[in-house]
């Protein structure tokens, strides 16, 4: 399974983004995909994920704001009202049902103040 990413850039704070990652290769055997972030000096954390059944998590950092969807072989997440603490790299992230997990290359989300 390969992940490519898009979506980042630069915004002011309070705007909004849309990250899509879209999956190629062996995407009948994914089961869940979502998007973790590393912000400068910090560890990668996860952002938001689905189940192939439709469920979403979210932390609780983002909750209310960012929302994730999915759609066969994409996956979205859609960044509102964003803040400069959602500043970092954001990767897609797939895993499939043997519990491996695949990484895309990341693309920078940089809010400003």
């Known amino acids: 399974v390969q992940l490519q990413a898009s979506g980042g850039g630069l915004v002011q704070a309070g705007g909004s983004l849309r990250l899509s990652c879209t999956a190629s290769?062996?995407?009948?055997?994914?089961?869940?995909m979502g998007w973790y972030r590393r912000a400068p000096e910090k560890q990668r954390e996860l952002v938001a994920a689905?189940?192939?059944?439709?469920f979403a998590h979210y932390a609780d950092s983002v909750k209310g704001r960012f929302t994730i969807s999915r759609d066969r072989n994409m996956v979205y997440l859609q960044l509102n009202n964003l803040k400069p603490e959602d500043t970092a790299v954001y990767y897609c992230n797939a895993q499939n049902s043997n519990y491996y997990t695949y990484w895309g290359q990341g693309t920078l989300v940089t809010v400003s103040s």
């Open positions: 689905t189940t192939s059944s439709g």
């Open positions: 290769g062996s995407i009948s055997s994914i089961n869940i």
